[in-house]
């Protein structure tokens, strides 16, 4: 396989934004910093600021340059992990308001398209879940009612909504798709003025609560806010007891052209982990976008292999041609399966969302309206549901040690794990994890044949990072910080690069 490049297919065929919006370059005041510009740093800014505020969007990259361009973007408001899961979690009536919610999110996305003139290609489809599994021919029964029961317009499938073989499945109508990156560009630009300014590759450390708030630049510039609103996908508070609650978890994807096309809607199977599949666009039902293939961020021995298993997918069903892109994206998994959106735990004026376990595209969107109601009328609906501070043991608490049970593991064995460098020969373009002199190091050899040695461990919490030799990064175990093969911080939680070793 050729070396993967982790840029989307979305973001390589929209304009470059890094001329559009400079970094900051010296100290301001705002009624409201936010720090991300993706799908819910740009959603908050566009309530807020409709609503009068000053606010200032701060993304260390460009906008639209984290998951929010990596997604497969699809838009449903199907529960991830399913209807009668959600129910049993939350009970029927809440249940029912975050499905609400999330349709009201494919809604806000659509109306927002069309009064900011954003060619987003935005379009209403159904969506099908199916099996290939005769097992789960009941379970998709009980699931179907479950749909039900949320409000959604879910009918059984026939045999003639896919070309292969499946053992039933459930439709459900009005549902979405579109471009995120053409989204989020024209939302950048209806939104950036005196009132509301965008700063790309301004990176932050985590804020500093209080009346006004304080959040420095790397670079050492200050932001002063009434709020402070953290749309960084991870939970960026330095180490936070959040980070005990949402695991990073990869998704691959890949963009195919294919012998059997399909019409043009949103599909996913019940494997485990499940593959989701749309078109590209309109015009052509042999082009798919099809995804799947998860796994906990910097816990494989070879991250290849899940382009692999799509494309052998891919193959199976539709007879693959050509694969066009290959791309991977993180997303964080919470320990019991629903967002985290609202005020942070013990801060007055700082608020965040994550844990969006996939489907960030309407999460994202349903906690920009959240966050942007907490901080102007310090209340919202689902606030409670969804709030940072809750607690549900019965549904959370086994995931919540088994994750974090999983954390401490890679915190002592990767440190076993390393091997001695001596003897070790690296090819170009590649790094690996060694022992030297009793420190562990991460090392990469690039193109040139120039060797980058690297403290490996991971600047957030202190885990020892992994080499991804399909996207050649390093990534975390842990928390799911992710590095460029010369330490440059890329994705996660962390602030800092990963620091040069000095053998000294």
């Not at 998994?333 to 005020?343: M, Y």
């Not at 690296?426 to 790094?431: A, V």
């Not at 990064?473 to 460029?484: A, I």
């Amino acid at each position: 396989m050729d070396t993967l490049s982790p840029t989307s297919f979305w973001s390589v065929s929209t304009p470059d934004t890094t001329d559009d919006y400079p970094p900051l370059s010296s100290d301001i005041e705002v009624d409201v910093a936010i720090v991300g510009a993706g799908i819910t740093g740009l959603t908050t800014a566009c309530h807020l600021k409709n609503a009068g505020k000053r606010v200032a969007v701060l993304d260390a990259g460009s906008v639209a340059a984290g998951t929010s361009s990596g997604t497969s973007a699809h838009l449903d408001a199907v529960p991830e992990h399913g209807a009668s899961a959600l129910i049993e979690s939350v009970g029927l009536e809440a249940a029912q308001a975050i499905t609400r919610g999330r349709m009201d999110a494919i809604a806000q996305i659509e109306a927002w398209s069309q009064a900011f003139s954003i060619d987003s290609e935005f379009k209403r489809v159904t969506a099908f879940s199916y099996s290939e599994t005769p097992e789960d021919r009941e379970a998709l029964v009980v699931e179907l009612q479950g749909l039900r029961n949320l409000g959604l317009d879910a009918a059984a499938m026939v045999s003639e909504e896919l070309p292969f073989p499946f053992y039933g499945g459930c439709r459900i109508a009005q549902q979405a798709r579109f471009r995120p990156v053409k989204y989020l560009q024209g939302l950048a630009r209806a939104l950036h003025d005196e009132r509301c300014t965008i700063y790309q590759h301004t990176r932050m450390l985590p804020p500093e609560d209080g009346t006004p708030c304080r959040i420095q630049t790397v670079a050492g510039h200050t932001v002063h806010a009434q709020a402070v609103v953290l749309a960084t996908h991870s939970a960026f508070l330095g180490v936070s007891h959040l980070d005990t609650r949402i695991a990073p978890y990869q998704s691959y994807v890949i963009t195919a052209a294919v012998e059997q096309g399909l019409a043009d809607a949103l599909y996913w199977d019940a494997a485990a982990p499940y593959h989701y599949i749309r078109l590209l666009n309109e015009h052509d039902s042999r082009i798919l976008v099809v995804g799947g293939a998860d796994h906990k961020t910097g816990q494989s021995d070879d991250e290849r292999v899940h382009f692999t298993e799509l494309e052998q997918f891919v193959d199976r069903h539709f007879g693959l041609r050509e694969v066009l892109f290959r791309w991977s994206a993180q997303f964080f998994e919470s320990s019991d399966h629903l967002p985290f959106i609202g005020r942070v735990p013990t801060r007055r004026h700082i608020y965040i969302g994550t844990g969006y376990s996939g489907v960030g595209l309407t999460y994202g969107t349903l906690a920009g309206k959240m966050i942007s109601e907490l901080i102007l009328h310090e209340a919202t609906p689902l606030g409670d549901v969804l709030s940072p501070s809750r607690i549900r043991l019965r549904e959370s608490a086994g995931n919540y040690l088994r994750e974090n049970f999983n954390v401490a593991s890679h915190f002592v064995k990767d440190r076993l794990a390393a091997q001695s460098a001596e003897g070790q020969l690296l090819e170009k373009g590649t790094g690996s994890i060694v022992k030297e002199d009793g420190k562990v190091l991460a090392i990469y050899r690039d193109e040139a044949g120039k060797l980058h040695e690297l403290e490996a461990t991971c600047t957030h919490a202190g885990c020892i990072v992994q080499w991804n030799d399909a996207e050649k990064t390093w990534d975390c175990p842990c928390h799911g910080g992710r590095f460029s093969p010369e330490g440059v911080r890329l994705y996660g939680p962390p602030v800092h690069d990963l620091k040069p070793f000095t053998d000294e």
